[in-house]
């Protein structure tokens, strides 16, 4: 898992340059081993990674993957939250990307079916796409959601690993290669197995609500 544990002021293209210099080393030395990218921008550290792979000539699209796991967290503990219902009980697939607006909780999908009102999903969603921000906000600049993304990375890693060790139906949105429209990289849904993205899963049926909202 390529995580960086650095200020959030640090420049994109330093990030992304750290992120190069990482991946190129893992193509060169252990060109067959599943990556999990979860330092931000994912939607820019992601591409990067999978060119550098690409060079080295070793770049497999199943093993390459942008954790947007912790949209999957905020989305289920704010929805709990409001409803009253132990998050750990809820799934809200997030689609899209992993900044501001690329952020996409389908509402309508969530399991089990909760009912919500335009204003509650215009609100939660709002809530969803601005989580770091409000972090960052509350620590008043001392500090990012450190503990958070940890949770995150591990839960998308354990995930990974029980795909590896060939436990079925593990399925996790992740930001990976999926060429949706003009966007080569897209997060959906992916069934995860032996080697990596078993199946992409594609994107969750969506109704008006989502498309007024997000196109």
């Avoid at 089990?112 to 969603?125: G, M, Q």
């Avoid at 958070?148 to 029980?162: E, N, Q, W």
Wanted: hydrophobic fraction near 40%.
């Amino acid at each position: 898992m390529v995580m960086l544990s650095i200020r959030r002021s640090i420049s994109t293209s330093r990030r992304a340059s750290i992120v190069r210099d990482l991946v190129d080393a893992v193509g060169n030395y252990c060109p067959k081993a599943i990556i999990a990218i979860v330092t931000n921008p994912v939607n820019s550290c992601v591409p990067v990674a999978a060119e550098m792979l690409k060079k080295r000539g070793v770049y497999d699209p199943k093993k390459l993957f942008g954790i947007t796991t912790l949209d999957l967290i905020r989305a289920s503990t704010f929805v709990g939250e409001l409803k009253g219902i132990d998050p750990m009980m809820i799934q809200v697939p997030v689609i899209c990307g992993h900044s501001g607006e690329t952020i996409v909780p389908v509402m309508s999908q969530c399991k089990p079916k909760i009912k919500l009102t335009d204003s509650e999903v215009s609100d939660l969603t709002k809530r969803i796409q601005i989580a770091g921000t409000e972090v960052l906000n509350l620590k008043a600049g001392a500090g990012t959601a450190t503990l958070a993304m940890a949770f995150a990375g591990s839960r998308m890693v354990d995930a990974i690993m029980r795909g590896i060790k060939g436990q079925s139906n593990v399925i996790e949105c992740s930001f990976v290669e999926y060429n949706y429209d003009e966007a080569p990289y897209f997060s959906t849904p992916i069934l995860l197995g032996p080697n990596g993205i078993e199946k992409n899963l594609g994107l969750p049926k969506l109704n008006c609500r989502n498309w007024k909202r997000n196109y």
